[in-house]
């Protein structure tokens, strides 16, 4: 069902600083840092040949990566990002299989519906499906 890895994000507690590891030190190219008030994060967008990294910062006092980011002061990887075609027929196919989705299919950071999944069914991992 998931096709391609569409992102990794990572929250970092300094995006100048995350940011710069990642042009700087990695030589990648990196987007300008965009405010996504509706997600509660400050992201900037790092072009992989084959994928992106999305780097988070907390925005606002209820940002849902504040809790994640004091429970892992350095950082860390915070979810992966799968595509799928048709997120609908996902979501039924997660239910079915006894997956526990999280909360309701929503508008994503590229303007596409996505929805997560727990990631106690997921090897540890926060698993994020985003139509394609
Ligand atoms: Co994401």
Redesign the pocket.
């Known amino acids: 069902m998931i096709g391609n890895l569409?992102?990794v994000?990572i929250v970092v507690p300094n995006l100048d600083a995350g940011t710069a590891v990642y042009r700087d030190t990695l030589g990648a190219k990196v987007s300008a840092p965009m405010d996504i008030p509706e997600h509660g994060v400050t992201t900037v967008f790092v072009e992989l040949p084959n994928t992106k990294i999305?780097l988070?910062h907390p925005l606002g006092e209820k940002s849902p990566i504040a809790k994640f980011l004091e429970n892992n002061p350095n950082g860390g990887v915070?979810?992966?990002?799968y595509e799928v075609k048709d997120i609908q027929a996902a979501a039924k196919k997660m239910v079915d299989e006894g997956a526990r989705v999280l909360g309701d299919i929503k508008i994503?950071?590229?303007k596409k519906p996505?929805l997560f999944l727990h990631p106690k069914d997921f090897c540890g991992t926060l698993v994020?499906l985003?139509q394609a």
């Open positions: 569409n992102h994000a999305e988070l915070h979810h992966v990002c994503g950071a590229h996505v994020e985003e």
